[in-house]
Structures are given as C-alpha cells and as structure tokens.
C-alpha cells in the first residue's frame, strides 16, 4: 500500500497529458532504509519522451550524501554477510511475488519515463523477475566444493563467500531488467549494494527499492545514490566498493571499466552493441520477417540486443520490398496509447542523433526506402517520435553501419554467401547478439560455431538468455571476464576461501618438525 500511495503520487492518470510546473515531484535517495530528500542543490528534470512535458526532478547527490549511502552499506554489511543464506532466500522468495503483484504498476513508471509502450514495459519488469526468481535458488548456487582424503586424515574443502559492498550503474533503457540483474544477485550472495540507477528513469528503480524493503531487506542492505559523473566517480573510487557491474554506452563503460580496476575493485562492464540478423533464402519467410522487424523496431529499437542490422543473403534480397511493408504497418504512438507498437525516443537530443545518421546514410550513398523522420503522432507533437526506417545499399564504411543508432533504424546488407555474411558480423566491432534464420541445420551450426558474438539466435531474434544462463558479449560490446547472472554473475559477487584440514588419531602424532614442502 505504501507503494501504491508513493506511485499515486508520482503517476499522472492521464500519462502524457497532464503538464506539471516546477514544483515536479522530487525523486528520493534510499540511505540506511529511509528515502530521503537531497539536500543537493542540483537538479535534473526527468520528462515524459512522449510530450517532452516535465514530470518529476531527480537530485545529483551531494558528496556527503553518498558517502552517508556508502557508509549505511558498510555498517550493513557486518550483519548481512553473517544472516543466514536461508533467510536471505526468504526475502527473495517474498520479493519475487511482490513484483509480480506489482508488475502493471513498475511497467506504468517505465512507460511514462522511458516511452516504451506498456506490454514492452511489462517484458522488461518480467525478465528482471526471472533473475529475482533465479537468485531464490542461492541455496544451491553457493555451494562450495569438497574433496576428502586428499592424503590421510586430510580433506579439502572451500566455502563461497560474499565479497563486501558492490555497486551498479544502469542505463535508461531496461529501468527494471537491468537494475534487476544487479542488487538481487549481488545481495544475495551476502554482499550490500549500492545503486546508481540511470539519471533519466529512476522511478521505477524507486519504486523497487520499496518492494525490496517490503520483502524484508533490512536497513543499508541497499543503499541509492542519484547522479551523473560525480556519482559514478563516486563509485569508482570508494575504498569500500569492491566490485562495480555497469550497463550502458561505451563512453561511459570503458571509463569506468578503467577507473575502478585501477583502484583494485572487480568491473564487469556491458556495453554498446550492433547486432546483426542474417536471413538466409531458405528460411521461413513470413517468420523471419516477422520476427526481424520486432526485433529491429520493438522499444523504438532501444534495446541492447535490437536486431538493427540485416544481412539478406543470396536470394533472400528479394524479400525487401515486403521487408519495408511490415515495417511501415507499425502503429507509432505514446506507449500508454492503445495499439501503440513504437514509442519515442528517450530525449530530443537522440532523436536528432538518430535523424543525423539517417541523413548521413543519404550522403554516403545508401537509399532510404521507408523515412521515419518526419512522422506525426496526433496528439503528441512535442514527443520524441522516430518511425520505422529502412535503409538499404549500406556498405561497411558507412557512418550508420559502423555506429550503434539505437533508434528503429534498420540498416541492410547483401552478401553473395554465408561466408560473407560472418565475415561481415566478425569484423564489426561489437559482439554483443546476432540471429541466423535458416531451416538448414548445418548453416545454423557453422554460423554458431564462427562468430565471435555473445548471444546468438538461431530462428530466435532477441536471444537473451535465461538467469539460469549468462549474458555474455565479446569484443567492444563487454569489458571484464566474469559476466552477469547465471553461474558467472554468482562467481562475479563471490570469492572463495579454501580449507584443508587434519584431524590425525593421537597415535599419528608428529614427532619432529617438518621442514620439507609437503607432498
Ligand atoms: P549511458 O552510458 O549514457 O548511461 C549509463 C550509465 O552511465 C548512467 O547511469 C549514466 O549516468 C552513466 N554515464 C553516462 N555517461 C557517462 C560518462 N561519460 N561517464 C561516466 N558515467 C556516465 O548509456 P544509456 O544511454 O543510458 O544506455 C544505452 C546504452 O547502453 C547503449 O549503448 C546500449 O547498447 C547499452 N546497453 C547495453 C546492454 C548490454 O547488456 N550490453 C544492455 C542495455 C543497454
């Protein structure tokens, strides 16, 4: 209920229509298990994408501020790390079913401050769920291991313990998923967390901080800090922060992959991506179609593993024209509207981003066959909108090939043979997620077995994989070696103390020193 009161507060019912003035409600920090307004004195507006119309303010934490957040997790931690892993399970198992109760209402926050439309918004909440879910198995997943008789009367074991207070950065695009793959697997494990949800969304991650509190989480557990590059140096360079998960553009990523490992802390760092689908003629047609365009233009193509770069090969060219028609069937809207399939970009700023590489596709040389940039939603003239955009004749050179849009923006490709065509996925930077649609069983294995991608789809257009997996990436899409949820996110906010010990009858006593390094 008192989410329920916070969220009535802070949720206009009329997304996208209702103007506030400045006195926007204000976001709060989560110090030591209370939300708490900022002192700061520097404040962001955070809007709705789809009317650009100011809907609540977000603070950059002062330093004092973050320090008091980063000393709760400290204090916390001494009790947390020693809590039985069966009652942290408990919290967990009781925070899974509270996002569930709470689902429409976390996915209503993500669509009035991210743009999304509302079913997107309730897949984003429901694949940060799977790893809350996931992170209720701790019971087997921190089991250390064991080997007796090493050598008489000695046997080995190791314990997986938790390794002090970490900390997340999120992006804007996924405002439950991401922050969702950090603090549960993160505290789970015994560590305390401190999160620095994305500047631009922070609501929903608010609102799941207070579920988490509701579960049972006590006080300093989870600790939230509001900020841009002061917060996140913030981060980096705390003595007490062991270990920093990041998801978000590589500007940021590599910045903070290099800052905090200089300052000896564990970084696993998630990144940019251009991911490629390559259709080869002997798939299903009305499938792969289908599924390329979702996956190319669903979230306005905002996701990291958005399918925004086509690779037709051979006789498949042909399918453009009919690639272009479903496209253009796409309802563009506010995504509280009913119907809507694609929503506005996060800020003016991408949207004129993305309108400037389409135009830079034009000057290269590439043929626009369907234009989203002047598209008009009735009703919402101020948002953020972009329609679908398919540009064809792109070559690798090309400035909208070789950066990441991160707008619903397909570009496409030829190759003669599949050979090209990974050849062309290998040597883009990035390796973050591709697709092959085939109905060729070996194409689809040679394809798995060549590229040098972390999720890969075969006939599936947006694999991302199940908690009980990892999410991986290679090449400028990740940086680090211990990847997020699965068996890699436990082994990332774990380390591991290893037991030998002897327990020798009284009759097999020592009788004199030994010297020699033992065999
Ligand atoms: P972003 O890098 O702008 O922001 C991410 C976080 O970093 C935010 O909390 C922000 O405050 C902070 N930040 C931003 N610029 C910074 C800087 N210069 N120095 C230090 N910190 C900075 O990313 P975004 O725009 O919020 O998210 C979109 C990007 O995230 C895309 O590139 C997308 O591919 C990527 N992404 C990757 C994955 C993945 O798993 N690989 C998942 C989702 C998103």
Known sequence: TIVRSVLKKRVPLRMGRMCYSSSAPTTKLFID?????????????????????????VPKATHEEMLAAADSCSRAYHTWSETSILTRQQIFLRYQQLIKDNIKELAKLITLEQGKTLADAEGDVFRGLQVVEHTCSITSLMLG?????????????????????????????????????????????????????????PGCTMMLAKLLQD???????????????????????????????????????????????????????????????VVMPDANKENTLNQLVGAAFGAAGQRCMALSTAILVGEARNWLPELVERAKSLRVNAGDQPGADVGPLISPLAKDRVNS?????????????????????????????????????????????????????????????????????????????????TTNGATARKYTHEVDVGQIGVNVPIPVPLPMFSFTGSRNSFRGDTNFYGKQGIQFYTQIKTVTSQWKAEDATLKSPAVTMPT
Request: hydrophobic letters at 35%; one cysteine or more; glycine letters at 10%.
């Open 357 to 437: 590489l389409i135009q830079s596709s034009v000057d290269e040389g590439a043929k626009v066959l369907l234009d989203g940039r002047n598209v008009k939603v009735k009703g919402y003239e101020n948002g953020n909108f972009v329609g679908p955009t398919v540009i064809s004749n792109v070559t690798p050179d090309m400035k909208c090939y070789k950066e990441e849009i991160f707008g619903p923006v397909l570009v496409v490709l030829e190759a003669d043979s599949l050979d090209e065509a990974i050849s062309l996925v290998n040597k883009n930077q990035y390796g973050n997620g591709t697709a092959i649609f």
């Open 33 to 57: 298990g209370k939300f708490v307004e900022s002192k700061s004195s520097e404040w962001l507006d955070i809007h709705n994408p789809a009317t650009n119309e100011v809907i609540s303010r």
């Open 215 to 277: 579960a049972g989480a006590p006080d300093g557990t989870l600790n939230i800090i509001h900020g841009q590059h002061a917060a996140v140096n913030f981060i980096c360079d705390h003595p007490a922060i062991k270990a920093i998960s990041f998801v978000g553009s590589n500007q940021a990523g590599e910045y903070i992959y290099e800052r905090g490992s200089k300052n000896g802390k564990r970084v696993q760092s998630n990144m940019g991506a251009k991911n490629h689908g």
């Open 145 to 201: 291991e064991t080997l007796p008789s090493i050598t008489k009367d000695m046997d080995t074991y190791t314990y997986r313990l938790p390794i002090g207070v970490c900390a997340g950065i999120a992006p804007f695009n996924f405002p439950a998923m991401i922050p969702l793959w950090m603090f549960p697997m993160g505290m789970v494990c015994g560590n305390t967390y401190l999160l620095k949800p994305s500047e631009r969304v």
